[in-house]
Nanobody
């Protein structure tokens, strides 16, 4: 059975940094594409960043140059480092593992950027 769980959210001041973690289990992590999405109240879920199984990365326009996605296949972990956070980054951040066996989502972690 595949599980995905996010951690690392919290309250951060504008201009600050945060590192989100995504832990997966089920043995399919290294063959899957891992993405971070976010959803703010009243808005659609949007892609923040994606790292493919071949380590190719892509980023949403709203976080480009401020975010770095990475993965550790040996430990089935993925990370999202975000710098220079802005109030508009406030959202629930979700980890998504997309593999040949299906698409798996975590429960989300809240990130609030406020002074």
């Amino acid at each position: 059975q595949v599980h995905v769980a996010e951690s690392g959210g919290g309250l951060v001041q504008p201009g600050g940094s945060l590192r989100l973690s995504c832990a997966a289990s089920g043995g399919i992590f290294s063959n899957g594409d891992l993405a971070w999405y976010r959803q703010a109240p009243g808005r659609r879920r949007e892609l923040v960043a994606r790292i493919r199984s071949d380590f190719y990365t892509e980023y949403g326009d709203s976080v480009k140059d401020r975010a770095t996605i990475s993965r550790d296949n040996a430990n089935e972990m993925a990370f999202l480092q975000m710098n220079n956070l802005k109030p508009e980054d406030t959202a629930v951040y979700y980890c998504n593992l997309n593999s040949f066996r299906g698409s798996y989502w975590g429960q989300g972690t809240q990130v609030t950027v406020s002074s």
